[in-house]
């Protein structure tokens, strides 16, 4: 079945640590994203990446970094340097064929820094 | 840029009751619409979408949908609601010059009582 999936559901972290989150996508999809989701609020966008080796930064860029070194993967490194990194965090991807693209999302992976 | 708002943050409805959740938006270009629906510690699932054509539309589980250019409005309906529909309601807008750039509402939290 082609889809997007995140990994893992659940991940604890000691403040201060580096944590990386996975997305894996099999769409054939160009474009992917990774967005954050804090309760009562709606997702604010991380990072996006239209194609292989090219990403750009979203609104909430600051202590968050990304690899987009295959179509497929779009890797988020959450960093020490994020103030409030505990969140829900979501991937999704789009096609870039044409203006019509719709994004379509992964499960999402809770990360709670202790 | 355009932004987007989720009139009501809870709506509380009895089951085979009608619903609607109410979306504005605001941008100075045209846009695509969208509503997404996330079941708790789900990624998000794609209800419905308006891309241009007619201004009603029809989505997945009996939602549709209204466009009105003129009241820069989106709202989603569903006549007759089930237990099943109690979830997190997503109203999402881009531009179309640059579907990557796709703002978020809050949310309205829909809860169907027995």
């Not at chain 1, 990304?66 to 890797?75: G, Y």
């Not at chain 1, 990194?85 to 870039?96: H, R």
């Not at chain 2, 100075?28 to 509503?35: A, D, K, M, P, T």
């Not at chain 2, 881009?94 to 309205?108: K, L, Q, V």
Request: net charge positive.
């Amino acid at each position: 079945d082609g889809g997007i999936t995140q990994s893992p559901k659940y991940l604890f972290r000691k403040e201060g640590q580096n944590v990386t989150l996975s997305c894996e996508q099999n769409l054939n999809h160009d474009a992917m994203y990774w967005y954050r989701q804090d309760p009562g609020q709606g997702l604010r966008l991380i990072y996006y990446s239209q194609i292989v080796n090219d990403f750009q930064k979203g609104d909430i860029a600051e202590g968050y970094s990304v690899s987009r070194e295959k179509k497929e993967s779009f890797p988020l490194t959450v960093t020490s340097a994020q103030k409030n990194p505990t969140a829900f965090y979501l991937c999704a991807s789009s096609t870039k064929r044409g203006p019509r693209d719709t994004q379509y999302f992964g499960p999402g992976t809770r990360l709670t820094v202790l | 840029a355009q932004s987007v708002t989720q009139l009501d943050s809870q709506v509380p409805v009895f089951e085979e009751a009608p619903v609607e959740l109410r979306c504005n938006y605001s941008s100075s270009v045209s846009v695509y619409l969208f509503w997404y629906v996330q079941y708790p510690n789900q990624g998000l699932q794609l209800l419905l979408k308006y891309l241009s054509g007619s201004t009603l539309v029809k989505g997945i589980n009996g939602f549709e949908a209204e466009f009105n250019k003129s009241q820069t409005s989106f709202h989603l309906r569903k006549p007759s609601v089930h237990i099943s529909d109690t979830a997190e309601y997503f109203c999402a807008v881009s531009e179309r010059r640059n579907n990557n750039d796709m703002r978020f509402g809050a949310g309205t939290r829909l809860t169907v009582k027995p």
